[in-house]
């Protein structure tokens, strides 16, 4: 499969999603190795679909990933005054703020909207509702919902860590 549909995998990556020929070759292998510790290759009947399939998310985090360190690059460049952080603890920033992406990911618009609201910016249920335009019962069940989700995330990091 691997020498039938690289070439195709490449070109639609760089036409589909946009992406130079190193980043596509990036995202080609990428996607091949997920294809060999997924799916055994005699069980997929629509090969270019499911690569298709599994690159695209591959860029999708990309992507996300990109945004995430221009974020972060950008707020730094206004921390101006303030010692800058080492390579290593950037990286580590930036892999904590990944992991909290992925986390939030899961999460109903208004429900990370509000864990974000109470955790980030400090404010409290009525703040959060007026922000909202809901009632502080609905900004309550949203904040249960993500103390909810972060947990089950957690315990599902915990039990793939020990497996």
């Not at 390579?87 to 429900?111: F, H, I, N, S, W």
Request: glycine content about 4%; some cysteine.
């Amino acid at each position: 499969m691997y020498r039938r549909e690289r070439g195709w995998l490449m070109g639609w990556l760089r036409m589909k999603m946009g992406v130079s020929v190193d980043r596509a070759a990036d995202l080609t292998q990428d996607t091949f190795v997920r294809v060999m510790l997924g799916t055994p290759v005699r069980d997929i009947h629509q090969p270019r679909s499911y690569l298709a399939t599994i690159a695209r998310g591959l860029a999708v985090d990309l992507f996300r990933r990109q945004d995430l360190e221009n974020a972060y690059l950008d707020y730094l460049a206004t921390c101006a005054n303030q010692t800058m952080p080492s390579p290593e603890e950037r990286a580590m920033v930036l892999e904590t703020l990944l992991e909290v992406d992925t986390l939030l990911q899961g999460l109903g618009p208004k429900v990370r909207q509000a864990f974000l609201l109470s955790q980030l910016e400090d404010l409290t249920y009525s703040e959060i509702a007026q922000t909202l335009q809901v009632s502080v019962s609905s900004v309550k069940k949203y904040m249960a919902q993500a103390v909810e989700h972060c947990l089950m995330f957690q315990l599902t990091l915990t039990h793939a860590r020990t497996c």
